[in-house]
């Protein structure tokens, strides 16, 4: 079956723009979480999303940085007026419950340069 | 302190040998643990769990060590395709995994 799926997978940008990068989980999978992995870092949690709750936004870096889930499927990660400390390749995963049990599904992630 | 702390290589072994490398977590709460595998420029994909009484998956020997806060992993007979960098992963009990930088492996020819 399909997988998680991101875009776009690359994007280079200048300072100071919006970006958008979009996230489709694996169908039926109620759980869904953005990373940020910068080189030679470990996976950095951004926030999580699990059925109907408030997400956690615990993980933002900062108030530029927010995300939305529609209809309980497709998340968009927004950066607001980027800086050059925001490339990395951010992350998207999907598991079927929350737990942290639960394997996590990666999507191909989205490699974001601010020049 | 990190809460997961990987050596990060490379381990760099001919094909055939054993290779072996820990992961030290800080959560004494902790409760469940992974090892993700990460091919250059790609996505984690999940190797294996970590379960208390040490697990194997073929070529693959997972060890958890409590007591002194580490997880192990041992790959038998290396293949060329087991060159990939290993994450160790570990959940404090949420949602929320911690993820270690990884520890490169290069197996040669």
């Known amino acids: 079956g399909a997988g998680v799926s991101q875009s776009p997978s690359n994007k280079v940008t200048e300072k100071g723009k919006d970006v958008e990068l979009r996230c489709d989980p694996i169908s039926g999978h109620t759980a869904l979480y953005w990373y940020r992995q910068s080189l030679g870092q470990g996976l950095e949690f951004l926030i999580y999303?699990?059925?109907?709750?408030?997400?956690?936004k615990s993980g933002l870096p900062s108030d530029r940085f927010s995300a939305e889930r529609t209809g309980g499927s497709v998340s968009t990660l927004t950066i607001q007026r980027t800086q050059q400390e925001d490339s990395a390749v951010y992350l998207c995963?999907?598991?079927?419950?929350?737990?942290?049990?639960?394997?996590?599904?990666f999507g191909p992630g989205t490699r974001l340069t601010v020049l | 302190r990190k809460e997961v702390e990987q050596d990060p290589g490379p381990f760099n072994v001919p094909e055939g040998a054993t290779v072996a490398f820990n992961c030290t977590y800080s959560n004494s709460a902790s409760q469940s643990f992974f090892w993700y595998r990460q091919d250059c420029r790609k996505e984690p994909k999940l190797l294996m769990s970590v379960y208390s009484s040490g697990n194997e998956d073929g070529r693959f020997t997972a060890q958890l060590n409590r007591a002194s806060q580490y997880i192990s992993l041992l790959i038998r007979d290396s293949k060329l395709s087991d060159s990939a960098t290993y994450l160790c992963v570990v959940n404090g009990g949420d949602y929320k995994l911690s993820f270690g930088a990884g520890t490169t492996v290069t197996v040669r020819a």
């Open positions: 999303f699990q059925g109907n709750s408030a997400p956690d």
């Open positions: 995963a999907s598991s079927f419950g929350g737990a942290g049990r639960d394997t996590q599904y």
